[in-house]
């Protein structure tokens, strides 16, 4: 069955350094694998995803997550992080049509 | 291009009460799914439609909970009655692929 598992409940960074949020999953397949994020009080949106093109995959916001299958990983990373970053980000794993998600990770940005 | 939009945002009700929500997905999306979120459990997928069939209603927790899609723009999800621990955040979201998903800003439900 697939599982997803965010290391890291919170992660604390100062405005410009880099942000890195972990993410591993276990699949029987080959996975279709997302990042989301959510702000306060709104609803999820769609940041990245991978679905067995390049294993390097940009996404909006400046953000990036690289596809390792020998380390079953898609964590993301920001080069620089901005105050406008601070928000909750879930990592997800398709089955079939369903998306199985992670606990989630809060990221908080201090100035 | 309009996203999936959700009413009402936020719902307060009294326990025993019967809640509706809606949902209209993105034109054209074949998918459409809600979740719902809470603190102790997370993002839990409760049923999901394809061309306005439901397909898995496997997270629906029981009973009191029912779901239609009586046409491609349109969903409901309903709880009668209502009961506190039904108090979180419900999405709806849609896809064009079954894959990816795209989510609406979700109804905030309490039920006292």
């Known amino acids: 069955a697939q599982s997803v598992t965010q290391l890291g409940s919170h992660v604390s960074v100062s405005e410009g350094a880099l942000v890195l949020l972990r993410c591993n999953y276990s699949?029987?397949?080959?996975?279709?694998l997302f990042w989301y994020v959510q702000y306060p009080n709104q609803g999820l949106q769609l940041l990245l995803k991978?679905?067995?093109?390049?294993?390097l995959v940009k996404g909006i916001n400046g953000f990036e997550a690289e596809f390792k299958k020998s380390e079953t990983s898609f964590h993301l990373t920001k080069p620089s992080a901005h105050m406008s970053d601070a928000a909750e980000y879930f990592c997800?794993?398709?089955?079939?049509?369903?998306?199985?998600f992670g606990a989630g990770t809060i990221l908080r940005v201090k100035s | 291009d309009a996203g999936v939009i959700q009413s009402p945002r936020h719902e307060v009700t009294e326990m025993g009460q019967e809640v509706t929500l809606r949902c209209k997905p993105i034109?054209?999306?074949?998918?459409l799914f809600w979740y719902r979120q809470t603190m102790m459990r997370g993002l839990e997928l409760l049923i999901y439609?394809?061309?306005?069939?439901?397909?898995?209603d496997s997270g629906m927790p029981e009973d009191r909970f029912s779901a239609k899609m009586p046409n491609a723009s349109f969903s409901t999800l309903k709880i009668q009655p209502s009961e506190p621990r039904d108090s979180a955040v419900y999405f709806c979201?849609?896809?064009?692929?079954?894959?990816?998903?795209?989510f609406g800003p979700g109804t905030r439900l309490l039920v006292l």
């Open positions: 991978y679905t067995s093109a390049a294993t």
């Open positions: 439609f394809n061309n306005n069939v439901p397909i898995d």
């Open positions: 979201a849609s896809s064009l692929d079954g894959q990816t998903q795209y």
């Open positions: 997800a794993v398709s089955y079939g049509n369903k998306l199985v």
């Open positions: 699949s029987s397949v080959p996975p279709y």
């Open positions: 034109s054209g999306h074949d998918y």
